[in-house]
């Protein structure tokens, strides 16, 4: 247990559904991190925000849409996906401006977009 | 461009020894962290390196050569549990972590 959790932890939606998924932190930490994850390649950074303001947006699709209602909550909001987009998602919280850098991540969400 | 290289997949004997290689090329340099990854779950923190040399933490030790853009995980005394994934990722001038994509540890009896 990280301290992050994430909602749901599996998900399958067809390309026309919208779904979002939820993440949530316990650790008091202010920045919040959105990561996709695909078989052997390298952690994809997709959003962060610092103090519930967006900082960072990878040239990620519209059709994922964050949201960061206060520092403790963060949504990645779905809608008309394409097969490539089936990943694991996970979400991250740290500490900015602190002595450590660590990043505490969630399970993740596996995505199955069919 | 920022990379970081990693080998794909080791394989290593229960209560052996094994060095995971990681080396980076990235615009600046915050320090180099090293996470384990067991399927399905959660990558968790095991190190941060930002100063050269060796930190040692229990049955696990990270290396850093920044002169080389070097770094290696060493875990020792392995054990069946070992078997996970192990992310290399640098922290860049902006502070975004830069990510390899991970070695997979299959420990044998």
């Known amino acids: 247990e990280t301290g992050v959790t994430q909602t749901p932890r599996h998900l399958v939606m067809g390309m026309t559904n919208k779904k979002s998924l939820k993440c949530e932190q316990h650790l008091g930490h202010n920045a919040m991190y959105w990561y996709k994850q695909s078989a052997k390649k390298p952690l994809e950074l997709m959003f962060v925000y610092n103090f519930k303001e967006q900082t960072e947006n990878n040239s990620v699709p519209s059709r994922f849409s964050p949201e960061c209602p206060n520092s403790s909550h963060l949504f990645l909001h779905l809608h008309t996906l394409q097969p490539e987009d089936s990943a694991l998602y996970l979400c991250a919280s740290s500490q900015e401006g602190g002595s450590s850098y660590e990043q505490y991540f969630g399970p993740g969400t596996r995505l199955t977009v069919t | 461009g920022q990379n970081i290289d990693q080998p794909t997949e080791m394989t290593a004997t229960e209560g052996a020894i094994v060095q995971i290689n990681c080396t980076y090329q990235?615009?600046?340099?915050?320090?180099l962290f090293w996470y384990q990854q067991h399927a399905g779950e959660a990558p968790t923190f095991l190190s941060y390196?930002?100063l050269d040399g060796l930190e040692e933490k229990g049955r696990f030790s990270s290396f850093l050569s920044r002169s080389k853009g070097y770094s290696y995980l060493l875990l020792k005394e392995l054990q069946m549990k070992d078997s996970a994934s192990y992310l290399c990722a640098v922290m860049d001038s902006n502070y975004q972590l830069i990510w390899g994509a991970g070695t997979k540890l299959i420990i044998k009896p």
């Open positions: 390196n930002v």
């Open positions: 990235t615009s600046g340099f915050n320090g």
